[in-house]
């Protein structure tokens, strides 16, 4: 008899059903925010400091420069940045995708960033 149930680990079977509806709706999601590579959205992440909020100011003046008309989204919901896996911030999110996070870039860099991905 073992004490305190030190003995055989039962063994747990996990049961992981994948539902094909919302691989589907993710992959959709992609394919309409990214379409022929052009940019659909820019997101900027942050916790609404003076620095986040800069980077923010500063990729809608490159887009601005660029003469690209996006609507550039500043995000301070911990809960949303956290979806995206974001650790430091700010960080800037292209299509969807984390291209940039932890520091802050200057404007060469940002148009950078955006050219490669046009």
């Given at each position: 008899?073992?004490?305190?149930?030190?003995?055989?680990k039962?063994?747990?079977?996990?049961?992981?059903?994948?539902?094909?509806?919302?691989a589907?709706?993710?992959?959709?999601?992609?394919?309409?925010?990214?379409?022929?590579?052009?940019?659909?959205?820019?997101?900027?992440?942050?916790?609404?400091c003076?620095?986040?909020?800069?980077?923010?100011?500063?990729?809608?003046?490159?887009?601005?420069?660029?003469?690209?008309?996006?609507?550039?989204?500043?995000?301070?919901?911990?809960?949303?940045?956290?979806?995206?896996?974001?650790?430091?911030?700010?960080?800037?999110?292209?299509?969807?995708?984390?291209?940039?996070?932890?520091?802050?870039?200057?404007?060469?860099?940002?148009?950078?960033?955006?050219?490669?991905?046009?």
């Open positions: 008899m073992s004490l305190f149930s030190f003995g055989k039962k063994k747990v079977q996990e049961n992981t059903v994948s539902c094909s509806c919302t589907n709706a993710e992959n959709l999601n992609n394919s309409v925010s990214q379409i022929d590579g052009v940019i659909k959205n820019i997101k900027v992440l942050g916790s609404g003076a620095t986040c909020h800069g980077q923010y100011e500063t990729v809608k003046k490159v887009l601005e420069a660029l003469s690209i008309n996006i609507n550039v989204e500043y995000i301070t919901d911990m809960k949303v940045i956290m979806e995206y896996g974001v650790m430091s911030m700010p960080a800037i999110v292209i299509n969807d995708k984390v291209v940039s996070a932890g520091k802050v870039l200057k404007k060469t860099d940002i148009e950078k960033l955006i050219k490669s991905t046009k």
